[in-house]
């Protein structure tokens, strides 16, 4: 039997399958630290003691690197990568949340990433969110963490 990391590398990879779009950004070690230094809220997960049953990831930038992303004029790779570090963001990129498949419907990850935004917020004065949703529940999800925080969501 997989372990819970497993599972979720594999629900990452049936999801996204983002090695094999270069539009997207192929999260690993070196995202992960970059992302880190974004922001220490970008990445949260939750362990139901057996390893990871959600992760959520998600970033802040600026909106002129929004709009460029939401009209399709650079990738999500290059939205992160372009991403300048200690700016003034002023968006939040919410840029995926996974969660196994009999942890669903719990709100975990709305949980996760409503905890990340609001530590963002404390740095940084967000105007609106912002997602390329790949599934339904993505889409619920951005909709529901923009009514909760009372912000615009835009979807690319």
């Known amino acids: 039997m997989k372990s819970n990391f497993e599972r979720m590398i594999q ?30 809220s970008c990445v949260s997960e939750y362990d139901d003691g057996n390893g990871p049953v959600a992760w959520v990831l998600m970033f802040p930038t ?21 991403t300048p570090l200690r700016e003034s963001y002023d968006v939040i990129y919410l840029c995926s949340a ?31 969110l912002f997602v390329w949703a790949f599934t339904i529940e993505g889409r619920r999800l951005a909709n529901e963490l923009a009514n909760s925080l009372s912000l615009p969501i835009h979807f690319r």
Not at 19 to 31: A, G, I, R
Not at 64 to 73: I, N
Not at 104 to 127: C, F, H, P, V, W
Request: charged letters at 35%; glycine letters at 4%; zero cysteines.
């Open 98 to 128: 996974m969660v196994l498949e009999e942890h669903r419907s719990k709100g975990i990850a709305t949980r996760l990433a409503l905890n990340s935004i609001e530590q963002i917020r404390k740095d940084y004065m967000i105007e609106s």
């Open 62 to 82: 600026t909106k002129k690197l929004m709009e460029l992303f939401l009209a399709h004029k650079i990738s999500e790779k290059q939205l992160f990568e372009s």
């Open 11 to 40: 629900l990452a990879d049936d999801v996204f399958a983002s090695k094999n779009d270069s539009e997207q950004l192929d999260v690993d070690e070196s995202v992960l630290e970059g992302l880190g230094k974004i922001h220490p």
